[in-house]
T-cell receptor, first 115, second 111 residues
Framework: NSKVIQTPRYLVKGQGQKAKMRCIPEKGHPVVFWYQQNKNNEFKFLINFQNQEVLQQIDMTEKRFSAECPSNSPCSLEIQSSEAGDSALYLC?????????????FGKGTRLTVV | QEKVQQSPESLIVPEGAMSSLNCTFSNSASQSIWWYQQHPGKGPEALISIFSNGNKKEGRLTVYLNRASLHVSLHIRDSQPSDSAVYLCAVSIAGGYKVVFGSGTRLLVSP
């Protein structure tokens, strides 16, 4: 069973408000991913880290989204000015390494509703 | 840009039947292919993975990979109502740093 912990489980924000969610990856996992899953189950990759370093992020993330994975603190994903289209399930995942046959473990997600 | 397509979108099978789910991917250099199960309100959980051409069996699950046709399938033998969930095909990109997901097959096993 996955031990990736995401908080909060549910988040409701007004348009233009900041939305912040946190993730504690599995112990010993240096690789962390954030995905956005919409109501049609479509996954959108947002950003990934190895230790505290960002390896890849999409353009959307570069504009309104910010994320960090400081050492000895939870990782976080923040949306600076929430929009209705940001309503989705935000999934954090972690793994021991990249690619190959490495399993990626997911948390239960933070469901963001922007009203 | 790797693309992962799953079919069918939804599948209803009677209890005890075989459930067959399909996935095609666009990049023959893709590394591993994983199948995840996602129940409502939960994050995806990994079920089985495959790297080499051929098949792999774990319990009631069998997965077949054909890299030449860029196709992978998952078969669930003796399907149970508890198998009802969304099944996601995920492909890790060779030389990349992310996993690309399909949009899932919603499986309903009727008692």
């Amino acid at each position: 069973n996955s031990k990736v912990i995401q908080t909060p489980r549910y988040l409701v924000k007004g348009q233009g408000q900041k939305a912040k969610m946190r993730c504690i990856p599995e112990k010993g996992h240096p690789v962390v991913f954030w995905y956005q899953q919409n109501k049609n189950n479509e996954f959108k990759f947002l950003i990934n880290f190895q230790n505290q370093e960002v390896l890849q992020q999409i353009d959307m993330t570069e504009k309104r989204f910010s994320a960090e994975c400081p050492s000895n603190s939870p990782c976080s994903l923040e949306i600076q000015s929430s929009e209705a289209g940001d309503s989705a399930l935000y999934l954090c995942a972690s793994s021991l390494s990249w690619g190959g046959n490495t399993e990626v473990f997911f948390g239960k997600g933070t469901r963001l509703t922007v009203v | 840009q790797e693309k992962v397509q799953q079919s069918p979108e939804s599948l209803i099978v009677p209890e005890g039947a075989m459930s067959s789910l399909n996935c095609t991917f666009s990049n023959s250099a893709s590394q591993s292919i994983w199948w995840y199960q996602q129940h409502p309100g939960k994050g995806p959980e990994a079920l089985i993975s495959i790297f080499s051409n051929g098949n792999k069996k774990e319990g009631r699950l069998t997965v077949y990979l054909n890299r030449a046709s860029l196709h992978v399938s998952l078969h669930i033998r003796d399907s149970q109502p508890s198998d009802s969930a969304v099944y996601l095909c995920a492909v890790s990109i060779a030389g990349g740093y992310k996993v690309v997901f399909g949009s899932g097959t919603r499986l309903l096993v009727s008692p």
